[in-house]
């Protein structure tokens, strides 16, 4: 018979669980206000298919919370070859969407394998650093980059998924310099990183699709593509800017219902929340992060073991990139590279994921102690 035991009860980390949950409740809200019609027409179901996920997310959450982590792990490397499969099955036959071949279809249900496969390449990262008892040396360093890292980045570029690329290169990094590196393998990545600049920026260049290029053009002088990603931006600044300091309030927003702000219930959704909640709000809401963000590295520092600490750290450094990203995106202090807010933007797969993420940080948090091996 299925019992739960009764330390996870006790030693559940209600702070994060609640925290997350009011992101999500505001992120509905303001996938329904910004996708309502501006006239008397029929609202959009985005907003109910977001609650629909969230309720499975958070199933989701409480199925990765009742095992012990460390059982991660031992089939690491069984799902990290899982992962790359499926950005494989992607690159070959997945299916197209916005100029990008990112899902994978199963009926009527798509899914985006990229999202998960940041958590598995965090868990798989964890697992081999676990091994190392001191500081990484240059080879181990080297060999951790193309085992790891290299075939999975050209997976996701060429689909092309640009944000995500970058992402898990990032996360790789922070997991490493966490752990410890040796004094030559640090400035083995410097070095590296300054010299290979030029030349890896010439060939990422020339593999980019054109609209990725306008974005990073727009990044620079968002009046070089007015009419395009350079009216994203703008747009996006206008939504902020109009809300002052209370916002116009709740569905009083305009830049989301009368379609001025493109992708304003994914990409662009921190805009519309500003609009209507102004600088207080957003301020409450970044705290609302902040908090996750300082909950995640409290549970790395207190994980009982090396896998649990940069298991805890891999989630904690994916939830802050996104985030910081994604309000930099909005605010035109970052490229537009397609990285939605987490458990903020709508996306199914995306809310999924993260809340398989939340639990598996959770789980690090919860069984801190010895005493549940």
Do not use: C
């Amino acid at each position: 018979m299925f019992r739960i035991d009764r330390r996870l009860i006790q030693n559940f980390d209600w702070l994060s669980f609640f925290t997350v949950l009011a992101i999500s409740i505001i992120g509905i809200m303001t996938i329904y206000s910004g996708t309502r019609p501006p006239a008397e027409a029929a609202q959009s179901p985005l907003f109910l298919k977001q609650i629909v996920w969230l309720l499975i997310g958070i199933a989701a959450m409480t199925l990765f919370l009742s095992f012990d982590y460390i059982w991660l792990s031992r089939v690491s490397v069984h799902l990290y070859i899982a992962g790359v499969i499926l950005l494989l099955i992607v690159m070959i036959s997945g299916k197209s969407g916005m100029g990008a071949q990112r899902w994978i279809s199963l009926g009527p249900i798509a899914f985006q394998p990229s999202e998960f496969f940041k958590l598995l390449f965090i868990i798989m990262t964890a697992g081999y650093l676990s091994l190392f008892s001191g500081k990484i040396d240059t080879v181990h360093l080297l060999k951790i980059f193309f085992v790891l890292v290299f075939i999975p980045f050209v997976l996701l570029f060429k689909q092309p998924d640009l944000g995500t690329a970058v992402v898990i290169v990032i996360i790789f990094i922070a997991m490493v310099m966490a752990h410890g590196l040796k004094k030559k393998a640090l400035l083995l990545i410097i070095a590296v990183s300054i010299v290979s600049l030029p030349f890896v920026g010439n060939i990422v260049w020339s593999g980019l699709k054109s609209y990725q290029k306008n974005r990073l053009v727009a990044f620079v002088d968002p009046e070089a593509d007015p009419s395009g990603i350079g009216y994203q931006i703008n747009q996006s600044k206008v939504a902020i800017g109009s809300g002052g300091f209370i916002g116009k309030g709740f569905l009083k927003g305009t830049q989301g219902p009368f379609r001025f702000l493109p992708e304003r219930h994914t990409d662009f959704i921190f805009a519309v929340y500003s609009e209507e909640w102004g600088f207080l709000g957003a301020l409450a809401l970044l705290s609302l992060y902040f908090i996750l963000i300082m909950r995640g590295l409290d549970t790395a520092t207190k994980a009982k073991d090396t896998f649990g600490k940069m298991l805890a750290l891999g989630i904690t450094f994916m939830f802050s990139v996104y985030f910081f990203v994604n309000v930099g995106m909005t605010l035109g202090i970052m490229p537009v590279v397609g990285i939605p807010l987490p458990f903020m933007s709508y996306g199914g797969t995306a809310l999924l994921s993260n809340f398989i993420s939340l639990g598996v940080l959770m789980n690090v948090r919860t069984r801190r102690f010895n005493l549940f091996y």
